[in-house]
């Protein structure tokens, strides 16, 4: 079945007119909705406490932030765009009590609402507008004239005047520009872990490291290990973007479609596409948002000695070294 897809001429934004918004938490997609809002008219208050670096950004972006329970409740319009493993926490500690009949609860990822760390309470509506992309793209594509595409979902107890708010506000934060995807809660949550965990960022850090590994260790110079294995990556993935597979096989020579033919398969094998499936099975049962909201409440020891690792990976030294001489990147290291 073809996707219900929205754009800005299905948005009646009259209905945000009268409508308080709260932006809580001034971070990536945070500063983004919150800016692209106000530009398009909207009313909107800001969330965050002080003494933390998004404060200031938020001051000097020209809002006066509020604390979280005086944010909510002064406003119609919730949206929670806190991190995930703090989110349900604050939720219970911050928001919820503040939350008022006829009050719209929104979400940018549906990991809290779906797992059940945050539940509305009744009479009020839940709401997820997702775009798909990270908050810098949301903001500039906004200033360029366009916009990023969004996904929309209610929550069980919301009914049509709430999807007419939802469509309201993805378009004032530009996603009717690109379309607006229907879609359920659970849906957007399970399939942006799995992407995220198989594909976008699991799947190809582990085999853009395992790539440089293996010429590394067959004596090849580190530096050619990270053009053909990192560095070319962006140019592929771009024709992806364009065109899909297509295009990208009719851009490469032929020497590269028929390796692409004959031994993709042979690096995602069915062994691979198993453990796919047993990782999507661990996401829709709750096991892995557990385990997450699990190491963050411990002080997220095991992630933030990865990280550190990870950090210190020779890809990344001979990265760094060789992205210092590609002036034109305008490179960024953390």
């Known amino acids: 079945m073809a996707a219900t897809i929205y754009y800005d001429s299905d948005a009646d934004m009259s209905v945000l007119q009268d409508k308080t918004i709260a932006i809580l938490g001034y971070g990536s997609q945070g500063h983004a909705h919150a800016q692209n809002l106000r530009d398009s008219g909207c009313k909107v208050i800001v969330g965050q406490r002080p003494g933390s670096p998004n404060y200031d950004l938020a001051k000097r972006h020209g809002f006066e932030p509020q604390s979280l329970e005086d944010a909510t409740t002064a406003a119609d319009i919730i949206n929670m765009l806190l991190p995930d493993e703090v989110q349900g926490g604050i939720?219970?500690?911050?928001?919820?009590?503040?939350?008022?009949?006829?009050?719209v609860l929104m979400c940018s990822h549906g990991f809290n609402m779906h797992f059940g760390y945050v539940a509305a309470p009744e009479g009020v509506?839940?709401?997820?507008?997702?775009?798909?992309?990270?908050?810098?793209?949301?903001?500039?594509?906004?200033?360029?004239?366009?916009?990023?595409p969004c996904l929309i979902a209610l929550g069980d107890d919301s009914d049509e005047t709430t999807l007419k708010l939802g469509l309201a506000y993805a378009s004032a934060i530009g996603g009717g520009r690109?379309?607006?995807?229907?879609?359920?809660?659970?849906?957007?949550?399970?399939?942006?872990?799995?992407?995220?965990?198989t594909v976008l960022c699991g799947g190809v850090?582990?085999?853009?490291?395992?790539?440089?590994?293996?010429?590394?260790?067959?004596?090849?110079?580190?530096?050619?290990?990270?053009?053909?294995?990192?560095?070319?990556?962006?140019?592929?993935?771009?024709?992806?973007?364009?065109?899909?597979?297509?295009?990208?096989?009719?851009?490469?020579?032929?020497?590269?479609?028929?390796?692409?033919?004959?031994?993709?398969?042979?690096?995602?094998?069915?062994?691979?596409?198993?453990?796919?499936?047993?990782?999507?099975?661990?996401?829709?049962?709750?096991?892995?948002?557990?385990?997450?909201?699990?190491?963050?409440?411990?002080?997220?020891?095991?992630?933030?000695?990865?990280?550190?690792?990870?950090?210190?990976?020779?890809?990344?030294?001979?990265?760094?070294?060789?992205?210092?001489?590609?002036?034109?990147?305008?490179?960024?290291?953390?």
């Open 125 to 148: 509506a839940a709401l997820l507008v997702a775009p798909k992309g990270p908050g810098h793209l949301v903001r500039s594509e906004f200033e360029q004239g366009g916009g990023v």
């Open 205 to 334: 850090s582990a085999l853009v490291k395992a790539g440089y590994d293996t010429l590394v260790d067959a004596g090849y110079q580190p530096e050619m290990a990270y053009f053909e294995c990192m560095h070319e990556l962006k140019l592929i993935v771009d024709l992806f973007y364009k065109g899909g597979l297509n295009y990208m096989r009719y851009s490469v020579s032929n020497t590269a479609e028929y390796g692409d033919y004959t031994r993709g398969d042979r690096i995602i094998t069915e062994e691979t596409r198993a453990e796919m499936k047993r990782i999507l099975a661990e996401i829709r049962s709750g096991q892995f948002a557990k385990e997450w909201i699990a190491e963050s409440k411990s002080g997220a020891k095991k992630f933030k000695a990865r990280r550190e690792a990870e950090r210190e990976l020779p890809i990344e030294s001979v990265g760094r070294d060789l992205r210092r001489l590609m002036t034109w990147i305008d490179a960024e290291e953390v």
């Open 178 to 197: 690109a379309g607006v995807i229907r879609t359920t809660i659970a849906e957007e949550t399970e399939t942006d872990l799995f992407g995220e965990q």
């Open 91 to 103: 939720y219970e500690e911050h928001i919820r009590d503040h939350l008022s009949p006829g009050n």
